[in-house]
């Protein structure tokens, strides 16, 4: 997995990629392959919607993913294809509404490791003082701890080892799972959260072995090899592999009737080219 050699403060990372070139869609898939993420700038003129069906048709990720919190009768509003992220004193989202920072998540509380595979955030408006968008390349970090410390490592995989509960008002649900995971191709895959969803099980695995991986995890996320704040413009959009990059947000603040507003589309699918699809 080349993801795995990434360096972060390579000064290209966050480099957009513009939408219009023809070959635009093999960039990104291979952007992606490399890094996780990737900015594309958007010019085309349309309502952002049109504009994320594009991306997603170019990358060939099918329809937009719900996921499972979001298909119950209590959290339905929610449930959109598209999800408008912006302040909202009115809507009690502890995620979209809000203008405070989020801590490292990957994105499907309930959903299981792996099943949410692509996010698009496109921007509408920046924020008018922070918002950066954070990615933190926890698989990296992982595949540093299965060296140094693979005791640690094999903790973060047990099954039991992280649980995560809604923290949405009037639904209380929870899912658990491994941290990381191992496909048969041994391909990595990630559900590292690190917020206020999560009950850590410090009695999987070797003993001390979780402690010693979160506290591993907790140092790599502010190493910049592994680490980068990416402020998106009006008109791009981050593209990331939600089941392989952890990610989190600055907080902000907004200017009155001028709030920052992003859009968001989830995909059970890999971006593809080709005739493989
Ligand atoms: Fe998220």
């Known amino acids: 997995m080349q993801q795995l050699q990434a360096d972060f403060r390579d000064p290209r990372c966050a480099e957009p990629v513009d939408f219009a070139e023809h070959d635009a869609p093999d960039q ?33 990720l099918g329809n937009p993913y719900i996921p499972a919190l979001y298909r119950y009768a209590e959290t339905k509003d929610y449930s959109a294809a598209y999800s408008d992220i912006r302040s909202d004193t009115k809507d009690r989202h502890p995620g979209f509404s809000t203008t405070t920072g989020q801590a490292w998540h990957v994105d499907g509380l309930l959903d299981d490791i792996g099943d949410i595979r692509t996010t698009i955030l496109y921007c509408v408006r920046a924020a008018h003082r922070g918002g950066d968008t954070l990615l933190f390349n926890s698989l990296a970090a992982f595949a540093e701890l299965r060296e140094t410390d693979p005791a640690a490592a094999e903790a973060l995989l047990d099954p039991k080892a992280l649980s995560r509960r809604s923290t949405l008002p009037d639904i209380d649900v929870s899912n658990t799972g491994p941290v990381f995971a191992v496909d048969e ?29 979160l506290a591993f995890l907790r140092a790599a996320s502010d190493n910049p090899r592994y680490r980068l704040a990416v402020r998106l413009a009006p008109g791009e959009a981050l593209i990331f592999r939600n089941d392989r990059l952890s990610h989190g947000r600055h907080p902000y603040k907004d200017r009155p009737n001028a709030r920052r507003h992003l859009v968001r589309a989830l995909y059970a699918n890999v971006p593809t080219r080709g005739q493989e699809g």
Do not use: M, Q
């Not at 291979?30 to 170019?58: N, Y």
């Not at 895959?189 to 001390?208: E, H, L």
């Open 185 to 213: 191709a041994g391909n990595l895959a990630t559900r590292y959260t690190d917020n206020d969803t999560c009950t850590w099980n410090f009695s999987v695995g070797p003993p001390g072995g979780l402690h010693r991986a």
């Open 28 to 60: 990104l898939v291979h952007i992606l392959e490399e890094r996780g993420f990737a900015v594309v700038r958007v010019a085309e003129p349309g309502p952002p919607d049109a504009k994320v069906t594009s991306l997603a048709a170019a990358l060939r």
